[in-house]
């Protein structure tokens, strides 16, 4: 009874561990540009450098940034939130990261 009890807390703990995720706020520049040779959004993380498994996200989101119209480029400076992932996260990320790879390779435009 005692090694069922063991082996649930451990993998309790583990389960735990493998979904626990710190935050923390970047400084952060969104460059943005649309023209006929370019199309790209580019957020780049002030003294922070994001492993597999993180999450990135710009707060607040710019609001010229929804209609673009072509031939526009231009850059917003604001905060990101990052959520770093746990290393058994970062680990099975890194593991399986490969198979999800190949869907980007699905894409076709007709």
Do not use: N, Y
């Amino acid at each position: 009874m005692t090694t069922v009890l063991w082996i649930a807390g451990i993998g309790l703990v583990l389960t735990v561990w493998f979904f626990w995720r710190t935050t923390s706020h970047v400084p952060c520049t969104l460059d943005f540009e649309s023209s006929h040779e370019h199309l790209h959004a580019l957020l780049e993380l002030e003294g922070f450098a994001p492993q597999p498994g993180d999450g990135v996200r710009m707060e607040p989101v710019p609001e010229d940034f929804s209609d673009v119209p072509l031939g526009h480029r231009s850059r917003h400076t604001s905060r990101a939130v990052v959520h770093r992932a746990s290393l058994p996260r970062r680990i099975w990320t890194r593991l399986t990261g490969g198979f999800e790879f190949k869907e980007l390779f699905e894409v076709g435009f007709e």
